[in-house]
């Protein structure tokens, strides 16, 4: 067949359902998955294990999406780990640090699901094979609840490595270079499969009783973004290139609920003129934050919005991340920015204020004064509330920043078992959701370490439910 006659039959299935295109090339399968980040995965071995034929469709040419990317860690609470260090830490904690950095706008259910199932995500986690056993902080957290592999290896790396074996190991379908641009529904109104694009830009469609959209947020479609955020214009993004935001286009032509679109997370630290992210751990594991004049500013713990519009009251629109060999020896990413030539260093503060171009008296005050505080562990300049580590062990070293799109909070609308939300607010028979493409667990705003938290719990329950409904046929 002709590449031209497979396209004229796709657009025939894409105006009448599936059935149309049967002639071309029909697979059937119980969950289809789109997308291969943390969230699809998860979902994808979740039903796998629970006996149902799977497949995992992913538009880019690898595996992992922005998941790959996560630096800091992921955010869990009352964890074997968390124990074996004798951190204080509840489900209630995390349940209202999680809904106050959102600004009481999550939905209270989600942010409940997120809290209460976290420490059985990372036991899952643990029994696939990760390694998240080290707990550090990221901002708005009021204890240690970070998870990630000991030895400072980046989380999503990590993750999206131990996933990929175990998709080997369980021969799952996993398909790169798959896009779906439908979602084919029945008479009814219930899914009833998708429609592919391969490499080559031919289409096939695979029928299937349900579909787990797992396609992540849309920070580095910047037309979008300017969509609902106008002043964002002319910001750049920290995401993978395929973080455009198809799913939640897949899901409003079903008639899905869109909640919170407006709701986009600006990171406060992306190295300025990159579009690399400076992880939070270096300022969780201590690093301070100065501006031009080698000032610090804030608390640098504060939450992402928070410190984002700090940075952009300065001058320039920019900071610098300051810490020493100690800090940099504590986190291993630390090295990588190193490679990437985006730090710069002295032996002493007055040296290394030079080579960035700010005031050496003021950066060697600022450092000073931050070790005094540190030592007392009380900040009465800016209240951060956890300070693991002066800065004094020479060289000295800065990284300067600048805040850039990272994270939309809002996406298709679910219920507490993941399913999609209608725009009558009815659960959509066969399409569940997990993972950056929903909306309502984060509210205004993501604390740092809570998206791989998502990810995992809500990537669990969307591949049981599917699963559940792919076999008997019935609302879960
Ligand atoms: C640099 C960086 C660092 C981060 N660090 C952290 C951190 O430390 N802790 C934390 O909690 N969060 C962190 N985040 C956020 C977190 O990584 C993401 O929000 C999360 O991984 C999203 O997972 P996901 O599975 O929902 O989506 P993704 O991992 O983005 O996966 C979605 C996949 O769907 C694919 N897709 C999209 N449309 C289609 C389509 N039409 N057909 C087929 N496939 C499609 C995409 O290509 C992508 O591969 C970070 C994000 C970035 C960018």
Redesign the pocket.
């Known amino acids: 067949m002709q590449r031209r006659d497979v396209l004229r039959l796709g657009t025939l299935a894409m105006l009448a359902g599936p059935s149309a295109f049967a002639a071309v090339r029909v697979e059937r399968a119980d969950v289809i998955v789109?997308?291969?980040?943390?969230?699809?995965?998860?979902a994808a071995m979740t039903a796998f294990d629970a006996k149902v034929k799977v497949v995992v469709?992913?538009?880019?040419p690898?595996?992992?999406?922005?998941?790959?990317?996560?630096?800091?860690?992921?955010?869990a609470a009352e964890t074997v780990f968390q124990k074996k260090r004798g951190i204080p830490d509840t489900v209630k904690i995390m349940y209202e640090d999680t809904y106050k950095g959102g600004k009481n706008l999550a939905k209270p259910d989600l942010v409940e699901i997120l809290a209460r199932n976290s420490s059985s995500s990372i036991d899952w986690l643990t029994a696939i094979g990760a390694d998240m056993s080290d707990v550090g902080r990221?901002g708005g957290a009021s204890v240690n609840r970070?998870h990630?592999p000991t030895g400072g290896e980046?989380?999503?790396h990590h993750i999206?490595h131990v996933m990929r074996q175990n998709a080997i190991k369980r021969r799952m379908d996993v398909r790169t270079n798959?896009?779906?641009?439908k979602i084919f529904e029945t008479p009814g109104g219930a899914v009833s499969g998708v429609l592919?694009q391969n490499k080559l830009g031919q289409l096939y469609t695979i029928e299937a009783p349900t579909v787990i959209l797992?396609?992540?947020?849309f920070?580095a479609n910047l037309e979008r973004v300017a969509k609902y955020r106008p002043e964002y214009a002319s910001f750049s993004?920290?995401?993978?290139p395929?973080?455009?935001?198809?799913?939640l286009d897949?899901a409003a032509e079903f008639g899905a609920k869109l909640v919170d679109m407006e709701q986009i997370q600006i990171?406060p630290t992306q190295a300025a003129g990159s579009k690399?992210?400076i992880?939070?751990?270096v300022r969780g594991n201590g690093a301070i934050c100065v501006n031009r004049e080698g000032k610090r500013f804030m608390n640098e713990l504060t939450t992402r919005d928070a410190a984002s519009a700090a940075i952009l009251k300065q001058k320039g629109q920019t900071a610098f991340l300051v810490f020493d060999e100690t800090i940099r020896r504590s986190l291993k990413q630390i090295e990588g920015y190193f490679h990437l030539e985006l730090v710069k260093s002295g032996k002493s503060p007055e040296e290394l204020a030079k080579a960035i171009g700010v005031d050496g008296g003021n950066l060697a005050v600022a450092i000073e004064g931050y070790n005094k505080f540190q030592a007392a562990k009380k900040d009465d300049d800016f209240g951060r509330p956890d300070m693991p580590r002066p800065v004094k062990d020479p060289d000295y070293h800065a990284i300067e920043i600048r805040p850039g799109i990272?994270?939309t909070m809002g996406g298709v609308a679910i219920d507490g078992r993941t399913r999609v939300l209608g725009q009558d607010g009815k659960p959509i028979p066969g399409m569940f959701a997990?993972?950056?493409?929903?909306g309502g667990v984060h509210g205004a705003n993501?604390l740092?370490?809570?998206?791989?938290?998502?990810?995992i719990t809500f990537?669990r329950i969307a591949g049981r439910g599917a699963a559940q409904f792919a076999k008997t046929g019935r609302r879960v």
């Open positions: 789109i997308g291969s980040g943390g969230a699809g995965m998860t469709l992913e538009k880019m690898i595996t992992g999406g922005n998941t790959q990317l996560a630096a800091g860690g992921m955010n990221m970070t990630r980046a989380v999503g999206i798959a896009k779906v641009i592919v797992a396609s992540g947020g920070s993004s920290t995401n993978q395929g973080a455009t935001g198809d799913g897949l990171h690399i992210l992880t939070e751990a990272h994270y997990a993972g950056e493409v929903t993501r740092g370490g809570n998206s791989i938290s998502e990810t990537g």
